[in-house]
């Protein structure tokens, strides 16, 4: 690996999402991510229920059962070699949506994370994950949390 592929290009996507709305919001994030690509970027992160915005009182409606719709983004990481890290509500089976980061890598497998540590207030409609998140990207160790 020469010393370029070995580096990050980090970048924050940062708009303010519509409420509720993960097509609008999913459009956002993919214009972001285009223009991330044309910089060099190859990870990137975006805040916290990015694809819904922060909206506890709708998470239930709006949780993520599965990864299909993160398809898009999918795409555009294959294509521009890079990690997209987005926020949203996460299904739970038998319990409250998590707050979660979707991780979305070339050529692998979406995995979530889950916010561990709730602020006052958010277990009222969210549940707490219970595992750390590390991850291998190029040579680094990166790690998520989650904030609002």
């Given at each position: 690996?020469?010393?370029?592929?070995?580096r990050l290009r980090i970048?924050?996507?940062?708009?303010?999402?519509?409420?509720?709305?993960?097509?609008?919001?999913?459009?956002?994030?993919?214009?972001?991510?285009?223009?991330?690509?044309?910089?060099?970027?190859?990870?990137?992160?975006?805040?916290?229920?990015?694809?819904?915005?922060?909206?506890?009182?709708?998470?239930?409606?709006?949780?993520?059962?599965?990864?299909?719709?993160?398809?898009?983004?999918?795409?555009?990481?294959?294509?521009?070699?890079?990690?997209?890290?987005?926020?949203?509500?996460?299904?739970?089976?038998?319990?409250?949506?998590?707050?979660?980061?979707?991780?979305?890598?070339?050529?692998?497998?979406?995995?979530?994370?889950?916010?561990?540590?709730?602020?006052?207030?958010?277990?009222?409609?969210?549940?707490?994950?219970?595992?750390?998140?590390?991850?291998?990207?190029?040579?680094?160790?990166?790690?998520?949390?989650?904030?609002?």
């Open positions: 690996m020469d010393s370029i592929q070995g970048a924050a996507g940062q708009f303010a999402p519509a409420r509720g709305c993960i097509d609008e919001n999913m459009r956002y994030h993919e214009m972001l991510i285009e223009s991330a690509a044309s910089a060099g970027v190859n990870l990137i992160f975006f805040p916290e229920l990015s694809l819904t915005g922060y909206e506890p009182e709708m998470a239930e409606e709006v949780a993520l059962a599965d990864e299909s719709c993160l398809h898009p983004l999918q795409v555009l990481s294959d294509r521009y070699d890079m990690t997209i890290i987005v926020g949203a509500p996460l299904h739970v089976k038998d319990g409250k949506p998590a707050i979660g980061a979707c991780v979305i890598s070339s050529k692998r497998p979406v995995f979530c994370y889950r916010k561990i540590y709730l602020h006052p207030g958010e277990s009222d409609y969210f549940s707490a994950g219970d595992t750390e998140c590390v991850f291998k990207e190029r040579s680094f160790n990166v790690g998520i949390a989650i904030c609002a």
